[in-house]
């Protein structure tokens, strides 16, 4: 048994990887409730969000090419922020990629529910565990390649309704050779049909959608030519997510008027039916199955590698720095699996909250990940004294700009009864970790472990 880590992940892998986790439930299944709350004016929020995404992902990507560490940004906030930033950040992650693992597994639920109605929800999340919980004690190539075929599913699916949108809205495709045009856009209320608050308070829902993306630096420790590999990843990702993100939603909205789409069922089934596609609910149940066996595949990868960093520096029982021959850190991997179990559990108690339950609460986690990321690239590009080939431009005014950003969904957390519980929970896990810091000699560990390095 040794504690490393193994290259294995090729910029194809990492590419899907963060698409993968980018393309999952969040879009197929939350955007009707993004949509309910912004209307057309969504797109804008997408497009601004999407800008400050793009500089979260390049400050991470420069500090991921110059020093590939297992661990990424939790790393990166112990080395130029402290050890108790980088225990927060790391630990605060790993219950992210929990939580979204969980929301992910209970898309699973709800949609099999579709085709088996008489099987309990709970059913179908502890199938999903158990089987993306086996595929990760494979080697990581193994999972990179699994990755690389769900998120194609995804990646086609979309493309193919943005397709098939434009040829009914500019072709009239599927409506009788009568172009639909895109009036559907403003004649409901407007661009902006409850102000920009609507759009405004969507932004946690665009945060909880975009939560993943980050997948890409933790992927830079088994990256193979992580110079070359994470700045293609990072500059290509952003855009398709863009792409596939304000291209969808502007097909949807503009097909089908927004205030007749349902909040609490996919946008995509309607608007393939709108096509003219009669076997949609299923092709879209299959996506949407295909889409959360992705995402919960990238969370219990990330999971792990987050123990296993985080064990290195003595912040995680010493156990969990272990890695098979392939290179799999094998007790993270079962650690994780065993407190995804947690959301089988949630899923037999409460079945019809738990999605939106964890929309809410996970956004809070989001959004202090980034914003360690940001911090921590800013005393890293302080201390850099060569200049880096792969760079953040306009830095610090374009960091200062995204800091002002999430500091903002943080606040309308708070203001909306809805999400208002994000914060409350975010706060008392972060006091939580902090007991536990000091209260476990965490620092004291890691005293020793430097001596004896």
């Known amino acids: 048994m040794n504690q490393d ?66 661990g990424s940004f939790g790393a990166y906030a112990h080395k130029y922020l402290g050890p108790l930033a980088g ?22 639920g709800v949609y099999m529910k579709a085709w088996y109605p008489e099987v309990p929800q709970w059913i179908w999340a502890f199938a999903s565990v158990s089987m993306i919980g086996a595929l990760n004690l494979l080697a990581v190539k193994v999972y990179g390649e699994l990755e690389f075929w769900f998120s194609l599913i995804k990646v086609l699916t979309v493309v193919g309704m943005i397709l098939g949108g434009f040829a009914l809205i500019w072709l009239g495709w599927g409506n009788g050779g009568k172009p639909l045009g895109l009036a559907n856009l403003w004649s409901h209320g407007g661009w902006f049909p409850h102000g920009v ?22 992927a830079a420790a088994e990256a193979a030519e992580p110079k070359r590999t994470i700045p293609r990843a990072v500059n290509s990702v952003i855009w398709r997510i863009l792409i596939f993100y304000i291209g969808s939603l502007f097909v949807i909205m503009a097909i089908y008027p927004w205030n007749e789409l349902d909040a609490h069922s996919s946008p995509f089934v309607t608007t393939f039916a709108k096509l003219g596609i009669p076997q949609a609910a299923g092709l879209i149940n299959f996506v949407v199955i295909t889409a959360a066996l992705s995402s919960f595949n990238s969370t219990t990868f990330s ?42 559990l949630m899923n037999y108690l409460v079945p019809q909250r738990i999605f939106g339950m964890m929309m809410s609460i996970l956004a809070f986690n989001t959004v202090w990940t980034w914003g360690m990321v940001l911090v921590a690239h800013w005393r890293f590009r302080r201390l850099q004294a060569q200049p880096l080939a792969f760079r953040l431009r306009v830095w610090p005014l374009s960091s200062a700009v995204c800091l002002a950003f999430l500091l903002f969904v943080w ?9 208002r519980v994000a914060i409350y929970v975010g706060i008392a896990w972060i006091a939580l970790l902090v007991a536990a810091y000091y209260g476990f000699g965490v620092e004291r560990r890691m005293g020793r472990m430097g001596a004896e390095a």
């Open 411 to 419: 606040v309308m957390l708070g203001y909306s009864p809805d999400t």
């Open 87 to 108: 225990y927060l950040t790391g630990w605060n992650y790993w219950i992210l990629m929990m939580g979204v693992g969980i929301a992910e597994s209970t898309a699973v």
């Open 5 to 70: 880590l193994q290259r294995q992940l090729t910029p194809r892998h990492i590419t899907f990887m963060a698409l993968g986790m980018c393309i999952g439930a969040g879009l197929f299944l939350g955007s009707g409730t993004a949509i309910q709350l912004a209307g057309p004016s969504l797109l804008f929020g997408y497009v601004f969000g999407g800008t400050m995404i793009f500089i979260i992902m390049r400050a991470l990507g420069e500090m991921a090419a110059e020093e590939p560490v297992a």
């Open 303 to 344: 999971g792990s590698r987050m123990l296993h960093s985080l064990a290195i520096k003595g912040q995680a029982p010493a156990a969990l720095r272990r890695t098979n021959g392939s290179g799999v850190p094998l007790r993270g991997v079962l650690v994780t699996m065993a407190f995804l179990l947690l959301g089988v």
């Open 197 to 218: 608050t609507g759009m405004v308070l969507a932004l946690p829902v665009l945060v909880f959608s975009f939560g993943g993306i980050e997948t890409i630096g933790m």
